[in-house]
């Protein structure tokens, strides 16, 4: 290439990697990953990041690894200091891909579960996917694996399923598991307490399952009533399964 003639742009790709198991990764991700130039993934600091964990053996020696390093988690601090801080990261964290992009090289920034499903990669793509060519590869989100996990179905029939996440107030908690059917309250974390509290509130904890850490192998699964002192990781949720796949069974 001549000096001075424009380079053509990357692609950009958000890529979910689904829940943990690397099994579970489509085809497709998985193509994707390893003919991409540049893998990118989120991480806390001081841990590998849990995308990572899933990708690290596609990964070649000659693709750059661009690690995202969260200044700070939802666990650690209030939301009110989590929102302030956080849209910054993720400026700077666009910014370092938009600049591998321009240089002509193919970007997978990989997210755990689906990337539009509370993934992170979602405030990359706001920042960039109306400046650069754009691709997201969807992936089995974590709540997939979990009812896989309890071995029971989630919804039937007409039921509608409502996705919550724990950090909702007490008051929007209830009311929400009170008005579904079947709901998932998902990223459970230290609020376990307070969900187990929620349903008990709405008579619904009984038929609830908890499950961390979905589809690996530190995966457990337990009632929600004998859940409460769990030490929840940020990536555990709990199910409340439709009454109407127990009524419908028990009429068998």
């Not at 060519?133 to 309890?150: I, L, N, R, S």
Request: aromatic content about 6%; glycine content about 6%; charged content about 20%.
């Amino acid at each position: 290439m001549t000096s001075g003639q424009p380079v053509s742009p990357g692609h950009l790709y958000g890529v979910g990697v689904g829940p943990g198991d690397p099994e579970l990764m489509t085809l497709k991700a998985q193509r994707v990953i390893t003919t991409c130039a540049v893998v990118a993934h989120f991480a806390a600091r001081n841990r590998p990041g849990n995308a990572w964990t899933i990708v690290e053996d596609l990964v070649a020696p000659h693709q750059e690894v661009l690690r995202l390093e969260y200044p700070v988690t939802t666990e650690a601090v209030t939301k009110d200091s989590y929102e302030s801080s956080i849209a910054a990261f993720y400026d700077e964290s666009a910014a370092r891909v938009a600049a591998q992009l321009d240089a002509g090289r193919d970007v997978a920034v990989i997210c755990e579960g689906d990337p539009f499903l509370y993934g992170s990669y979602m405030y990359v793509h706001q920042r960039l996917a109306s400046t650069h060519p754009t691709t997201v590869v969807p992936g089995v989100p974590a709540f997939a694996a979990a009812t896989a996990a309890t071995g029971r179905p989630l919804v039937s029939m007409d039921e509608h399923l409502t996705i919550v996440p724990a950090v909702r107030t007490a008051s929007e908690m209830k009311e929400t598991l009170a008005s579904s059917p079947a709901s998932v309250v998902m990223k459970v974390g230290r609020r376990l307490p307070e969900v187990v509290d929620a349903a008990e509130a709405v008579g619904i904890a009984d038929r609830a399952v908890y499950v961390e850490r979905a589809s690996t192998g530190a995966e457990k699964v337990m009632p929600l009533l004998e859940a409460r002192d769990q030490n929840a990781p940020y990536f555990s949720l709990v199910l409340f399964p439709g009454e109407a796949i127990d009524q419908r069974w028990s009429g068998r």
